[in-house]
């Protein structure tokens, strides 16, 4: 007999999911500054073409995140209650995905390394498939703390893995001459904290468990949910591979770099904002009005800080390369710039999705998604023969297409106007263009100053960054939707510290 724990709604769902993207997103910035000094650092060390071997072990290892993440860990959180059955269920069927998985990686790490004419990356793949079986395994505390909303164990457990794993571990041995496999060991000790600390924290029960009374519907939707990892893989992911397979490892390394630059703080805002919304309106499931509100103002946040912000990265892509990675990355810079400025429509992407899950239309998302895919690859096959960059903006362009239509399909089925989307983005589309404008006027009387790369990076991003707070004050307040405003100003104390002065200045009301 399975024991049902059904989970009590808060009062205010909507401001309590609002509050935690607020926390949650604050709270990672610790998390993005580390995994971007430490990234550098071992950019530095390494060179391109070792970080070009290792970005193979990536590939490798996200397409086989399909396969053993296929949805049913997350279709706890989709759940309105669960049981100890279902938990049991779902732990059963992650070690059973995960260890095929791993196994079949190791066993074919030859053929894989072959594949991309990299023989030497054999040894990376088999470390890496025990990566794979670790990750698989802590899908189920990590998708129960979601589900409770307890981004400060995730966060936590986040931070503490990664320092231990890439700075204690990965660092050292890059210091001494290990390459990428320097890389790889950080990886597991880092994958193998992260689990410790999520079960310690969670302690679900690991007894193996082939039935439950929901079982046929839980493996329904994990069957879905492979259809639409598998779909979004190929979206994401198949440029990757074609530059793996047809270029050296030195312009894997530069190609996956600048897309890693851009992408992976974007995607950590991402997940915490993706799975905020999806366990919010996983409870909301019925109360569209209550999802056109959250959607909305998320949708006003997203456009008023990432889209101006990836617009400077953008321009500025060239003196940000240099400054960071130093010359031998300079040929990174052609491809940060159309990643730049596709990146920020991966959080509009972010909160549409939960918006057609949670309301029913689960099919929707892939049936949407079929037809891009045959766009992709006729466009892969129509620029194979081009050289990198034009591949690299092909994709950057499909993917805000992509982001768009799943935006669009939001609109649709929560019946928002296209009127309130438009006032909702108005404030952002402004603040992107005046620093788009800003940028082209002010970059090249800035490179022409006979100062260093660093000074004249810093420049370009004082200039704009004075440029977007006068926007915000003089601009911005007279755009806002009046919903949004009238919420900032009544939830004010709720917000955290950062987030009630960001309010204050966007809204201009006296500090008390």
Not at 165 to 176: H, Q, T
Not at 244 to 272: D, W
Not at 273 to 289: C, I, P, T
Request: net charge positive; aromatic share 12%.
């Amino acid at each position: 007999m399975s024991t049902r724990s059904p989970i009590a709604l808060p009062k205010d769902l909507a401001t309590q999911s609002f509050k935690a993207f607020f926390w949650g997103t604050g709270g990672s910035v610790l998390r993005i500054i580390l995994q971007f000094v430490t990234q550098v650092i071992l950019a530095r060390l390494l060179g391109p073409a070792e970080y070009g071997i290792f970005s193979l072990g990536i590939i490798v290892v996200g397409f086989s995140a399909i396969f053993y993440d296929v949805g049913l860990a997350y279709s706890l959180i989709q759940k309105k209650s669960i049981s100890t059955d279902d938990i049991r269920f779902v732990w059963t069927w992650q070690c059973i995905l995960g260890l095929s998985v791993a196994i079949g990686i190791f066993f074919a790490s030859d053929l894989i390394a072959s594949f991309f004419s990299e023989p030497e990356a054999e040894l990376l793949f088999k470390s890496l498939s025990l990566v794979i079986l670790i990750n698989s395994l802590t899908a189920v505390s990590f998708n129960l703390l979601k589900k409770s909303l307890n981004y400060k164990v995730i966060q936590l457990s986040q931070l503490t893995s990664y320092f231990l794993g890439f700075v204690c571990v990965g660092i050292p041995l890059a210091l001494a001459g290990y390459g990428r496999n320097a890389l790889a060991a950080a990886w597991l000790v880092q994958a193998a904290i992260h689990f410790i600390i999520l079960y310690s924290n969670v302690q679900h029960p690991v007894s193996l468990c082939f039935r439950t009374d929901d079982g046929n519907h839980m493996l329904r939707y994990s069957l879905i949910a492979l259809g639409t990892n598998l779909v979004n893989w190929i979206l994401n992911g198949i440029d990757k591979i074609w530059v793996g397979k047809t270029f050296s490892a030195h312009i894997i390394g530069l190609y996956t770099t600048a897309h890693n630059l851009v992408n992976t703080p974007t995607f950590t805002i991402f997940v915490n904002l993706q799975a905020v919304f999806f366990s919010a309106g996983a409870r909301l499931q019925d109360n569209h009005e209550a999802l056109r509100k959250i959607f909305l103002r998320l949708l006003s946040l997203i456009t008023l800080t990432a889209f101006p912000f990836f617009i400077v990265v953008g321009w500025g892509s060239d003196l940000i390369i240099e400054t960071v990675y130093g010359a031998k990355w300079a040929e990174a810079s052609q491809f940060l710039a159309p990643f730049a400025f596709a990146t920020p429509f991966l959080l509009l992407w972010g909160i549409s999705t939960p918006v057609l899950w949670n309301s029913g239309h689960t099919k929707l998302e892939l049936r949407l998604q079929l037809p891009l895919v045959f766009i992709w690859l006729l466009a892969l096959y129509y620029v194979s023969n081009f050289p990198p960059l034009t591949l690299a903006i092909t994709a950057a362009s499909l993917f805000a297409l992509r982001s768009l239509v799943m935006a669009a399909a939001a609109l649709h089925v929560l019946k928002i106007p296209i009127s309130s989307f438009l006032r909702a983005i108005a404030a952002g589309v402004v603040l992107s263009l005046l620093l788009a404008v800003v940028s082209a006027a002010v970059k090249p009387n800035i490179i022409s100053l006979d100062i260093g790369v660093p000074l004249q990076l810093l420049l370009l991003l004082g200039v704009t960054a004075i440029s977007y707070l006068l926007g915000l004050y003089f601009l911005v307040p007279k755009m806002l939707p009046q919903d949004l405003r009238v919420y900032l100003m009544r939830e004010e104390e709720r917000l955290p510290g950062w987030a009630r002065s960001t309010s204050r200045f966007l809204l201009r009301y006296p500090k008390p």
